[in-house]
């Protein structure tokens, strides 16, 4: 089952996360006579953390409960508020460039995956993280060219350092949405002189703006996915499909993309990998974001991400 992060009477809680209903865990583990797993983070409930057992027997259990019994325990999801699954990761990597369909519509040429390795950047996490439903800020400083782009967010559970391909999803907690929301044409002191690496940082500077990394609305637990690579993907504008692709598509595929990381930095759980988005942005059509707008982020097996634009 699915997991989320709520904001419920008062409090921050845990939660089963069923699309138009949220199970708060609380109140599943009251109706079951079992002690609650702790509640201040999502990661000792997901794969490796040390309270994975006792959610899972929890689940097992709800499992068995009369369907009227289950019924009472729902909670509308438009009752409580979602929030970030991770809310304040170590680190916020994000993949440029891991679809080839995304480079090429670009007017790059796609590279075999052998001749090349990962384009990995950071955003500040504080800052960019957004919860489902909390909106998109367009920036005051450079507004007319915001766009969006759907990913596969990756969720580490365990210290990982020079970790092997074949063995990575083994740290992997779970998988998530995210939207590496994205300023196109930010030009800071446009009367500047240029420098060979202006553009570059234009490019990066332009993903650091405030609200611009909306997450989840839950996380699909990694040991209920085999395969990371099988996911239908899906972004739509105003109800109107722009996105339309799967992380098969993936140059690098996620277990690559922890391989290639850890073998330089140590990744530890809470991490935060956004795995590059599919074609379909709104810079290849001459089409961005204005306030009004509503984006709706959808993957396979995990839900949509909904994050309106103000």
Request: proline content about 8%.
């Amino acid at each position: 089952m699915r997991l989320c992060r709520i904001e419920w009477n008062q409090s921050t809680q845990l939660g089963f996360f069923e699309d138009s209903t949220v199970i708060p865990l609380a109140a599943a583990a009251t109706k079951l006579g079992v002690a609650c797993p702790s509640q201040e983070s999502l990661l000792a409930v997901l794969p490796g953390g040390v309270q994975r057992s006792a959610l899972q027997s929890i689940q097992q259990q709800l499992g068995r409960l009369p369907a009227s019994d289950l019924a009472a325990l729902r909670v509308p999801a438009d009752s409580v508020k979602l929030l970030v699954p991770v809310p304040a990761p170590s680190k916020l990597l994000l993949l440029a460039g891991n679809y080839s369909k995304h480079i090429e519509e670009g007017g790059g040429k796609a590279t075999e995956r052998a001749q090349t390795f990962p384009y990995v950047f950071m955003k500040p996490p504080l800052t960019t993280l957004t919860n489902p439903g909390d909106p998109v800020r367009i920036p005051e400083v450079s507004p007319n060219h915001i766009d969006w782009e759907l990913e596969l967010g990756v969720i580490i559970g365990r210290t990982a350092k020079n970790v092997k391909e074949a063995d990575a999803l083994n740290y992997v907690a779970g998988y998530t949405v995210v939207n590496d929301i994205s300023d196109r044409k930010f030009r800071p002191n446009p009367g500047r002189t240029q420098r060979e690496k202006d553009g570059f940082f234009d490019w990066l500077h332009g993903k650091w703006h405030d609200t611009f990394c909306p997450m989840g609305p839950c996380v699909l637990p990694a040991d209920e996915l085999a395969d990371p690579q099988t996911l239908h993907m899906t972004l739509k504008v105003n109800g109107g499909v722009e996105q339309d692709g799967s992380t098969a598509e993936m140059v690098f595929p996620v277990a690559a993309i922890i391989e290639f990381i850890s073998s330089f930095v140590t990744l530890v759980p809470g991490d935060i990998i956004s795995t590059g988005t599919t074609a379909g942005v709104g810079h290849a059509k001459g089409k961005f974001l204005k306030a009004g707008d509503v984006m709706e982020a959808w993957i396979e097996q995990i839900g949509t991400l909904r994050s309106p634009v103000v």
